[in-house]
């Protein structure tokens, strides 16, 4: 199970209460300054911004490797997460694929436990990571034609299964469509949680991986171009996660794929596995608070701001 060290444990706000320090820092994390966090300002550069998007091209294969690895990662100042990963990272790393690519993922399982992955999305049953849990030291190839269009999830699905998943074994799939979309700023944000203490509950909460990152380091845009978010709810033991997006709105997209509907808000929520595609275009710059619209996420790390910028 996750181990937490270190002086700075949150708890999450269930009935337990949170050390003096840890709400201090929370608090001054909430308005962008004395976050704490230590990682650098790059830390998760491979899991916000996407590979860039490839042309529609007939007969086209993607390969890709993914390695089940256990890894202590820190998602806090002081506090670190014994977690199972692809590729080392909570959440996994963004695969990008256009739509009708044959998708080929070459699957090494390097822990002690079986593991698997499950696209979500249209494929063969063999190719499900249901009845295929990959043994310690094994690994699987799976191969399918990327469909439909839109941003999916994949996620460990070998029992139990809520252990593979709070533990960090998800990532974000954007399969293109045929015919591209707009050109855009493009991030991708994956919302989850932290079991730190090993009760059931989550103790922090993230985009990312790492709590309170963006208020310690906003992600600079520019007003002149659409930014375009691929959003996915990952979040485990609490049944919803959300956006929330301050002085301004958003068009939604659920699930990305391009026959759906789009609809004007400033705050969306999802279920786990849950996804959409946001966009935004700036009516102003500055500063643009953005965040989970449920306080106890905010004060224990979902929380960061968009620097608007006239350029």
């Known amino acids: 199970m996750a181990a937490a060290s270190g002086s700075h444990s949150a708890h999450s706000a269930h009935g337990s209460s949170r050390p003096h320090d840890s709400l201090t820092e929370a608090a001054h994390a909430v308005h962008g300054s004395g976050a704490p966090v230590v990682a650098p300002a790059d830390a998760l550069d491979d899991l916000l911004y996407p590979p860039a998007p490839r042309p529609h091209r007939p007969g086209r294969k993607r390969s890709f490797t993914m390695v089940a690895q256990h890894r202590e990662i820190e998602i806090v100042k002081g506090v670190k997460f014994d977690a199972w990963t692809y590729n080392g990272t909570v959440p996994g790393p963004i695969l990008r694929v256009t739509e ?71 990532g974000a799939l954007i399969v293109d469509p045929k015919e591209p979309r707009k050109p855009a700023q493009e ?20 985009v990312n991986g790492i709590a309170f990152f963006y208020a310690k380091y906003p992600i600079k845009v520019k007003r002149s171009q659409t930014v375009r978010i691929y959003l996915i709810n990952m979040t485990e033991f609490d049944a919803v996660n959300s956006f929330h997006l ?41 500063m643009h608070m953005f965040h989970a619209h ?11 701001f968009f620097d608007v910028q006239d350029a």
């Open 100 to 170: 009708d690519d044959l998708l080929s993922v070459r699957f090494v399982n390097s822990t002690e436990h079986p593991h698997s992955i499950h696209f979500h999305g249209i494929h063969p049953a063999d190719m499900d990571g249901v009845l295929e849990p990959v043994d310690p030291g094994q690994e699987f190839l799976y191969e399918f034609r990327a469909r439909p269009a839109g941003v999916h999830p994949y996620h460990c699905h070998v029992p139990p299964l809520r252990e593979h998943i709070q533990r960090g074994l998800y």
């Open 187 to 206: 991030l991708v944000m994956v919302m989850n949680g932290f079991d730190t203490d090993k009760d059931g509950e989550n103790n922090f909460y993230t």
């Open 294 to 304: 449920q306080t106890e996420f905010i004060e224990l790390g979902w929380t960061g």
């Open 246 to 286: 301050h002085a301004d709105f958003f068009r939604y997209q659920e699930n990305g794929h391009p026959q759906n509907p789009w609809r004007h808000t400033d705050n969306v929520a999802q279920i786990q596995a849950e996804r959409g595609v946001i966009e935004i275009d700036f009516a102003e710059p500055g």
